[in-house]
């Protein structure tokens, strides 16, 4: 089996794989909390309570599922093909398993729109009264903020030629 196909059958593996504890947790929010319940973690900074997220991130736009279907299915696309074209080189593991984290969050919360039309979300931070999330949200806030720090302190811009020729650029020293 070729290496890429290898590395797509381990990124939808690994994404497989995080999506469970996302669904699982969404599950048993349903089944403790949509009673109106509140469980307190840590008091004044972490509860668990049951929220219909029919919005995207925070709760802008609601009721624009079509909206989230399509930006779902393009972000889902762009993420499936870069991971095509990532070169073997460890340099880029890192982008590898942000994509997964991305890739698994938007999975996780495209299941709950297209099962129930809402995304159910349960973690809420209290000290900065932060939104209601969920574990794909963390996933996906996680993958992006490495992403950014990927962006601006380990890559380079000639790091993702490879995006548009499906090679990487080649160093002075394997030209030389």
Do not use: W
Request: one cysteine or more; proline letters at 3%; charged letters at 20%.
């Amino acid at each position: 089996m070729k290496f890429h196909a290898k590395r797509q059958i381990l990124f939808l593996l690994i994404s497989f794989l995080l999506i469970i504890p996302d669904y699982v947790t969404k599950q048993l929010a349903v089944q403790h909390l949509s009673d109106g319940t509140k469980i307190v973690v840590l008091k004044q900074v972490l509860y668990l309570l049951y929220i219909e997220n029919r919005g995207a991130a925070f709760g802008v736009f609601q009721g624009a599922q079509y909206m989230f279907y399509l930006i779902t299915v393009v972000v889902m696309g762009g993420i499936l093909y870069i991971v095509n074209r990532i070169p073997e080189d460890k340099k880029y593991r890192p982008l590898y398993l942000v994509s997964v984290l991305i890739f698994a969050g938007a999975i996780g919360n495209f299941i709950d729109r297209l099962k129930q039309q809402y995304v159910v979300d349960f973690i809420y931070f209290s000290p900065i009264d932060f939104p209601v999330f969920n574990v794909a949200d963390i996933y996906v806030t996680c993958g992006c903020a490495l992403m950014i720090v990927l962006f601006l302190f380990y890559y380079k811009d000639d790091d993702f030629s490879f995006i548009k020729n499906g090679k990487q650029k080649k160093t002075m020293q394997e030209e030389g």
